[in-house]
């Protein structure tokens, strides 16, 4: 599983608050104790206003990558703005993120032709976030041939299909699966992701939904997740999921897991 760990965004009221204080002390350990969690990326988002909002992503960008080696998922819904922090990445990382809306597409994928950079793609497009998985394959298939023109493999997206929340969509985990099935047939090697805490939106008990959905989705073919790593219950289904389906050999990496802490709920959380 390629964990992009979700706690460095301003939607979340302390961080909004740190990014305001320019607390570097406060971001930075958010970025330390996600990557010693697992966190294979570390998603990077200001959240702020527009005036705002490149000036602040570079700090983040500069306190993040001061605490950590762990690359950077440079995270703006303006791909204006990530394209005026860009040059301030020391290593190559995600993107996020490209779609069907607007002029994303070109704004972003010239950036990483000729580079090791990986991109989140989501399938939606000028008029939302469609309902049926045929409509969302034609989006994915426009990102990928417009990816192309710029040396960009399937194997270096990261395709979220837009998870829709269960409350409202009774039949989205249904949908995620088809979706998932359709996509791979067309391209093996692209990756799947999601925001997967999307799913449980406007019910109680989210945890449960969310970690039960984690379970499902691997087995369906997710292999990426913006996620929180420093959470050991969801990092303990991770584990578990993959060893029951038979992906870790003698149950290694779920017993080293165990061993470290990473997965063991009794111990306190990071």
Known sequence: MIIIGEKINGTIPLVKDAIEKRDSAFIANLAITQAEAGADYLDVCASTTPELEIEALKWLMDVVQEATETP??????????????????????????????????????PLLAGTAWEIVGLTCDDYGIPKDAETKVKITEIMVEKAAKYGITPDRIHLDPCLLALATE???????????????????????????????????????????????????????????????????TIFATYALLGQDRNCRKYSKAFRAGIIDSNKKKV
């Open 170 to 236: 009774n039949g989205s985990f249904l949908n995620f699966v088809e979706e998932i099935s359709a996509i791979r047939e067309l391209y093996p090697d692209i990756h799947i992701t999601s925001g997967l805490s999307n799913i449980s939106f406007g019910l109680p008990g989210r945890a449960q939904v969310n970690r039960t959905f984690m379970a499902l989705a691997i087995q369906a073919g997710m292999d990426s997740a913006v996620m929180n790593p420093t959470n050991r219950d969801m990092m303990g």
């Open 72 to 109: 950077l998922c440079i995270d703006s819904p303006n791909p204006r703005v990530i394209e005026a922090v860009f040059k301030y990445a020391k290593q190559p990382g995600l993107l996020n993120s490209i779609s069907g809306e607007g002029d994303k597409c070109d704004v972003l994928l």
